[in-house]
């Protein structure tokens, strides 16, 4: 009942920017978090940055001081704005967000992933 968005990935050099942009859409949801995870091939999918309802944030430590995760809760949209990329960032970077929608007849909790928007950086 709740669709992630993507966008924003490319091909950049290293030591360049990109900002990822995921939308929200849906009816009778509430979001409680939203976060960015990457995958690169033959690894497994890692959290690179997570915003919680209270407006917190938690980082990866490999990308800390060069990554930027933001939420407009008006257009239940998140961001993630990633300076001074390196080559290791290359993966294909995907959206997460849960919280709660309703049934009709009860509350329940969910969890959606967007398709995800790679991210290459060149060296």
């Known amino acids: 009942q709740v669709q992630l968005v993507e966008s924003g990935g490319g091909l950049v050099q290293a030591g360049g920017s990109l900002r990822l942009s995921c939308a929200a859409s849906?009816?009778?949801?509430?979001?409680?978090?939203m976060g960015w995870y990457r995958q690169a091939p033959g690894n497994q999918r890692e959290l690179v940055a997570i915003?919680?309802?209270?407006?917190?944030?938690n980082y990866a430590d490999s990308v800390k001081g060069r990554f930027t995760i933001s939420r407009d809760n008006a257009k239940n949209t998140v961001y993630l704005q990633m300076n001074s990329l390196k080559p290791e960032d290359t993966a294909v970077y995907s959206c997460?967000?849960?919280?709660?929608?309703?049934?009709?007849?009860?509350?329940?909790?969910?969890?959606?992933w967007g398709q995800g928007t790679q991210v290459t950086v060149s060296s």
């Open positions: 997460y967000a849960n919280g709660a929608y309703y049934t009709g007849s009860q509350i329940a909790d969910f969890g959606s």
């Open positions: 849906g009816s009778a949801f509430s979001i409680n978090a």
């Open positions: 915003i919680l309802g209270d407006g917190s944030t």
